[in-house]
C-alpha cells in the first residue's frame, strides 16, 4: 500500500486512533507516522497500516474496522492479500474472492476466482467474513507470493489489478525492478553454495 500511496501521490486525511495499537511511530518526510492511517487520492481512500494490533486483539481491531468503513459511504472495498506460490495450479499470477454482495453487483467474470477448496487466514479473512455478513461488497486479490522473502513481483500484480479495476495509473517498474534485484542477489548464493568447498573462487 505505501507504493501506491506514494505512486498516486496520495495525501494523508485521518488517522485511526486505536485503544490497543502498539505504541510505536516512525518519521516519515519530516513528520510523524502513526500506526494506522488513511490516504486520498481522488475518489480512492487507501488504508496504510504500519503494524500489526496485538494478536489478542486482532479480531475485534478488524471487526471494528470494517464496521466503521461500512459507516463511512464507501461503495466498495478491495483487500491486498497474498497465497503461497507454492499452491499455484495453473498460470494465473493472482486470485480473487469477493463477498456474495459483490458477486450480486456483477462480479469480476473475466478474473481468476479462488478455489473453493482453499482458506483464506488472517485479516483479510476476518474483514470479508464481516463484510460478508454485513452484504457488504468487497473482494480481495490475493497475489500469488513468496512466502519466504519480500515479493515485490506480487505486489505489482496486484498494484496492476487494482489499477484496472479502478481505472488509475500506476508504473509497476521500480516494483519489477527490485524484484529482478532481489531474484539475481539470491541466484548468486545458490550459485555460490554449489561451488565446491576447496574452490579458491568467491
Same mark, same amino acid.
Request: aromatic share 8%; proline share 4%.
Given at each position: 500500500?505505501?507504493?501506491?500511496?506514494?505512486?498516486?501521490?496520495?495525501?494523508?486525511?485521518?488517522?485511526? @486512533?486505536? =485503544?490497543?495499537?502498539?505504541?510505536?511511530?516512525?518519521?516519515?518526510? +519530516?513528520?510523524? %507516522?502513526?500506526?494506522?492511517?488513511? *490516504?486520498?487520492?481522488?475518489?480512492?481512500?487507501?488504508?496504510?497500516?504500519?503494524?500489526?494490533?496485538?494478536?489478542?486483539?486482532?479480531?475485534?481491531?478488524?471487526?471494528?474496522?470494517?464496521?466503521?468503513?461500512?459507516?463511512?459511504?464507501?461503495?466498495?472495498?478491495?483487500?491486498?492479500?497474498?497465497?503461497?506460490?507454492?499452491?499455484?495450479?495453473?498460470?494465473?499470477?493472482?486470485?480473487?474472492?469477493?463477498?456474495?454482495?459483490?458477486?450480486?453487483?456483477?462480479?469480476? @467474470?473475466? =478474473?481468476?476466482?479462488?478455489?473453493?477448496?482453499?482458506?483464506?487466514? +488472517?485479516?483479510? %479473512?476476518?474483514?470479508?467474513?464481516? *463484510?460478508?455478513?454485513?452484504?457488504?461488497?468487497?473482494?480481495?486479490?490475493?497475489?500469488?507470493?513468496?512466502?519466504?522473502?519480500?515479493?515485490?513481483?506480487?505486489?505489482?500484480?496486484?498494484?496492476?489489478?487494482?489499477?484496472?479495476?479502478?481505472?488509475?495509473?500506476?508504473?509497476?517498474?521500480?516494483?519489477?525492478?527490485?524484484?529482478?534485484?532481489?531474484?539475481?542477489?539470491?541466484?548468486?548464493?545458490?550459485?555460490?553454495?554449489?561451488?565446491?568447498?576447496?574452490?579458491?573462487?568467491?
Amino acid at each position: 500500500m505505501k507504493f501506491l500511496i506514494t505512486e498516486l501521490k496520495a495525501q494523508r486525511k485521518c488517522f485511526i @486512533d486505536y =485503544e490497543h495499537a502498539p505504541a510505536v511511530s516512525s518519521q516519515v518526510e +519530516g513528520r510523524i %507516522a502513526t500506526p494506522y492511517e488513511v *490516504f486520498v487520492a481522488g475518489e480512492l481512500s487507501l488504508l496504510k497500516a504500519e503494524v500489526s494490533p496485538v494478536r489478542e486483539k486482532e479480531n475485534e481491531f478488524y471487526r471494528q474496522l470494517a464496521d466503521w468503513i461500512m459507516g463511512s459511504g464507501v461503495k466498495e472495498v478491495a483487500l491486498v492479500g497474498g497465497l503461497d506460490e507454492a499452491l499455484r495450479s495453473d498460470d494465473s499470477r493472482y486470485k480473487v474472492a469477493m463477498t456474495s454482495a459483490f458477486a450480486a453487483s456483477g462480479g469480476l @467474470d473475466s =478474473e481468476p476466482v479462488f478455489e473453493e477448496d482453499r482458506m483464506i487466514v +488472517g485479516p483479510v %479473512a476476518s474483514l470479508l467474513n464481516t *463484510f460478508e455478513m454485513n452484504s457488504f461488497p468487497a473482494l480481495a486479490v490475493l497475489a500469488y507470493s513468496n512466502t519466504e522473502r519480500v515479493d515485490p513481483r506480487a505486489a505489482a500484480s496486484a498494484v496492476e489489478f487494482l489499477s484496472r479495476r479502478y481505472h488509475f495509473s500506476a508504473d509497476t517498474g521500480p516494483l519489477i525492478k527490485g524484484a529482478e534485484v532481489i531474484e539475481s542477489e539470491l541466484k548468486m548464493m545458490e550459485e555460490k553454495e554449489k561451488r565446491p568447498a576447496g574452490s579458491v573462487y568467491s
